[in-house]
Each structure stands twice: as structure tokens, then as C-alpha cells.
């Protein structure tokens, strides 16, 4: 006899660890409600880490006790402790629809194919109060309404609809001035340069080509000869030759090439000077030793260099500037006042639908 109540202790000894490790509560968040209402009971099962768990499972609209519907159940939560344990969390939402207190029995917990109970709770489901001595205050049921306007939603969007037509009169303003300042065409010509010397030599080939050298009429022969030089001297040089005397050019030249060379040349410039002012006479053979000193001169201050091709600008007059200005600063104006438009198009588009879209959602609920 004392042999089998020492076994019993023992097995009881060796069975209060495997209790400890198991561990069932259940709550519930309302203990009244109203018909139709709803109530959740969240059962915790706390259980050692590897243990096999079972939990009651119930359909939508099963009854888990008589008058007490389950509606549905949460997916089970699982929250792990440091010591190895586990916390299982699931919530039942129940509802009633007839007036009275009822037991809910204990949910029935499997831990490792042993059963575990809960703790038994209870529910009071209270009725609406009816007054039914005045029948008249009752009403049918009301139809869906519409959602009410709210001007607040829609102010910033109907004035920023208000500046968007404001702004597209103003681009459509600036695209018909654009339109009506025709842009002004100028263009850099590029063309074929002859250099001076050969132009001058070109001038001289004609000269003798004239027999002017040999002719009556020296002061001819002089004018041309001189002003083909002073047309060279004043593209090769960079001066004003044209407009200046004899002695400017030689004074100008002095700083540049032979003074041998500038020697012959004044001497030209001088005869030549007679010739036209002083109807001095010349002889043949000094015609055509100026004429040789000419070419001299040109061949000796020629640049080979210089290049083929020339740029030539154009020439616009004030008016053309400014309304090659205006145009550029229309474009630009029309190019933001677009994107700003743009923007605010889209920004309204955007907003638009989402106000939209929220009021269909209130309607279809």
C-alpha cells in the first residue's frame, strides 16, 4: 500500500513540470452587447517550443453555444520568449441577435494529443428598447443619399481651373505676337576672299593692258596706278589710304618693310602728285619704272597666307535688333508660361480624381 502511493506521488512529481509548460487563457473584450453587435474573445496558449498545437476551429455563422454565432476567426499569432517558450494568439468575433445572458463554454485546447481547457465566460446580449405605445414615431428605412458637396474640397482646384484659363488666354496672346513679329532673317554669308596683292596685280595687268604707261593722258595712268596702291596699302596695312595724302601713307609705312622700297614708293607718289596737280609731264621710260616699282612694292608686301574664305556679318539695323529681341523674349515667355500651365494641369487631373474616386467609394458603401 505505501509502495503505490509513493508511485502515485511520483507520477504526480514528474507530471507538474509538462503542466507548468502549458498554459491556457481566454478573454473577452465586452461582456455586454447590444443585438447585432459584435464581441472578441482572444485565447492565449502558452506552450514549450516544439510542442504540437491544436486549436479549436469553428465555421462562419457556427454557433459556439446556443443564441452565440461565430463570425469569424483571426489567423493565429505566435510571439516567442527568450526561454524557449511560445505565445499562440487567436481572436474569435461572435455576435447574437436574441437577448438573454449566455455561457460560453471552455474552448477545448490539444497540446501534444492531451486536452486543455480555458476558463468558462459569459456574454449579455441586451435588445434595443422599442417604444411601441406611440407606433407613429417610427419611420421606414431612408434611401441612399448622395455625399454633400463640400466646398472646401474643391476650392483650391476650381481657382486654380480659374488661373489655368487666365494663363492660357495670356500664351495664346504671346503665340499670336510671336506669330505677327516675323523673325528677321539674317544670315552670315561666307564668301570666296581674293587677297589684296592679287587683286592689285589683277588691277595693274589692266593698267598695262590699257597702254595707259605709253599713252597721251598721264594723269589717267597716274590716278589709277596710285589708287590701286593706296586701295593695296589700305587692305594689306589696315589703314585709311584712301583718305589720307601721299606723305600720311609714306609716314604709315615707314614702320613697315624696306626703307629703300617706302623711298621708290614716295618717289611714285610724288611724280604722280605733279602729274595730276601740277600738269607735270613724264617720259615714257619713267612711266614704266613707276609701274615696276609698283609691282615691287606689292610683291615685296604681299601675304600669301592670308585666308580664302571670308566671314561676312551681317548688318542689321536698331529696329531688326530689337525685334530679334522681342521674338527670343516671347519664346521663352511661352515656353514657361506652357509648363506652368502643364503642371497645373496635371496637379489638377490628379487631385481631381482623387476626390472623385473617394466620393464613389462613400456612394458604394
Given at each position: ?44 496558449v ?18 459556439i ?17 527568450g ?16 437577448e ?15 486536452d ?19 407606433p ?7 434611401d ?20 489655368l ?5 495670356v ?17 552670315v ?30 594723269k ?12 593695296y ?7 585709311c ?14 614702320a ?26 613724264t ?13 615691287h ?25 530689337h ?31 482623387v ?11
Amino acid at each position: 500500500m505505501t509502495g503505490k502511493i509513493f508511485a502515485v506521488i511520483v507520477l504526480m512529481i514528474s507530471a507538474l513540470p509538462v503542466f507548468a509548460q502549458v498554459e491556457v487563457k481566454s478573454s473577452i473584450d465586452s461582456a455586454s452587447i447590444y443585438i447585432g453587435q459584435q464581441a472578441h474573445i482572444t485565447l492565449d496558449v502558452t506552450i514549450r517550443q516544439g510542442m504540437k498545437l491544436v486549436l479549436p476551429e469553428f465555421k462562419p455563422q457556427q454557433h459556439i453555444t446556443p443564441g452565440v454565432e461565430v463570425l469569424e476567426q483571426s489567423v493565429a499569432d505566435t510571439l516567442r520568449f527568450g526561454d524557449g517558450m511560445l505565445k499562440v494568439s487567436r481572436i474569435y468575433t461572435l455576435t447574437s441577435f436574441d437577448e438573454n445572458i449566455y455561457y460560453l463554454p471552455p474552448m477545448n485546447v490539444n497540446v501534444d494529443g492531451k486536452d486543455y481547457k480555458s476558463r468558462e465566460l459569459a456574454l449579455k446580449v441586451f435588445t434595443v428598447e422599442v417604444d411601441t405605445l406611440h407606433p407613429e414615431n417610427f419611420y421606414p428605412p431612408k434611401d441612399v443619399q448622395n455625399n454633400p458637396f463640400k466646398w472646401e474640397d474643391w476650392s483650391m482646384l476650381f481657382w486654380l481651373g480659374v488661373l489655368l484659363s487666365v494663363l492660357t488666354v495670356v500664351l495664346y496672346y504671346l503665340y499670336t505676337r510671336l506669330r505677327e513679329n516675323k523673325p528677321v532673317m539674317a544670315k552670315v554669308r561666307f564668301v570666296k576672299r581674293i587677297p589684296p596683292h592679287k587683286k592689285a596685280m589683277s588691277e595693274i595687268e589692266r593698267i598695262k593692258a590699257d597702254n595707259l604707261a605709253s599713252s597721251e593722258n598721264q594723269k589717267e595712268y597716274y590716278t589709277k596706278l596710285t589708287e590701286t596702291l593706296r586701295k593695296y596699302i589700305e587692305e594689306r596695312f589696315g589703314f585709311c589710304a584712301m583718305e589720307m595724302t601721299s606723305s600720311e601713307i609714306i609716314s604709315g609705312l615707314e614702320a613697315n618693310g624696306d626703307s629703300e622700297m617706302i623711298k621708290e614708293l614716295g618717289e611714285l607718289f610724288d611724280t604722280a602728285d605733279l602729274v595730276k596737280f601740277a600738269k607735270h609731264s613724264t617720259l615714257a621710260n619713267e612711266n614704266d619704272e613707276n609701274l615696276v616699282n609698283a609691282i615691287h612694292f606689292i610683291n615685296t608686301t604681299k601675304k600669301e597666307d592670308q585666308p580664302q574664305v571670308e566671314r561676312v556679318e551681317p548688318k542689321l539695323t536698331t529696329e531688326e535688333v530689337h525685334g530679334m529681341r522681342r521674338r527670343r523674349v516671347l519664346k521663352w515667355s511661352i515656353g514657361i508660361l506652357a509648363g506652368v500651365c502643364v503642371g497645373i494641369l496635371v496637379y489638377i487631373i490628379y487631385n481631381a480624381a482623387v476626390l472623385l474616386s473617394y466620393e464613389i467609394e462613400i456612394w458604394s458603401f
